[in-house]
Nanobody, 119 residues
Framework: QVQLVESGGGLVQPGGSLRLSCRWSTRIFDLNVLAWYRQAPGKERELVAHIGASGFTKYYRDFVKGRFTISRDSAKNTMYLQMNLLRPEDTAAYYC????????????WGQGTQVTVQV
């Protein structure tokens, strides 16, 4: 079974930065649009950003535009989320998976990585 493994989370002060990584074991996702999601306590999981298979087409939710950058390195089977100017409202567990249009995402949810932004 292919697993998606998120890492890079942590505790950071407002205005700080973190870089999240998402790794997978095979090249199964090479042709897929991939995404980062997040889920804050008591809230629904929400899309943060997604990136096309080539790495050139990117989409960001308004609440992260200008602060977060999504990228991928297919040679390393890895996707990244560079998060700058972090805010307390960015506190959440962050997950990677296929983009929302794919119906088989339930097969690939990982454990996520926790990001906590506080003084």
């Amino acid at each position: 079974q292919v697993q998606l493994v998120e890492s890079g989370g942590g505790l950071v002060q407002p205005g700080g930065s973190l870089r999240l990584s998402c790794r997978w074991s095979t090249r199964i996702f090479d042709l897929n649009v991939l995404a980062w999601y997040r889920q804050a306590p008591g809230k629904e999981r929400e899309l943060v950003a997604h990136i096309g298979a080539s790495g050139f087409t990117k989409y960001y939710r308004d609440f992260v535009k200008g602060r977060f950058t999504i990228s991928r390195d297919s040679a390393k089977n890895t996707m990244y989320l560079q998060m700058n100017l972090l805010r307390p409202e960015d506190t959440a567990a962050y997950y990677c998976n296929k983009a929302p249009d794919y119906s088989d995402r339930s097969l690939y949810w990982g454990q996520g990585t926790q990001v906590t932004v506080q003084v």
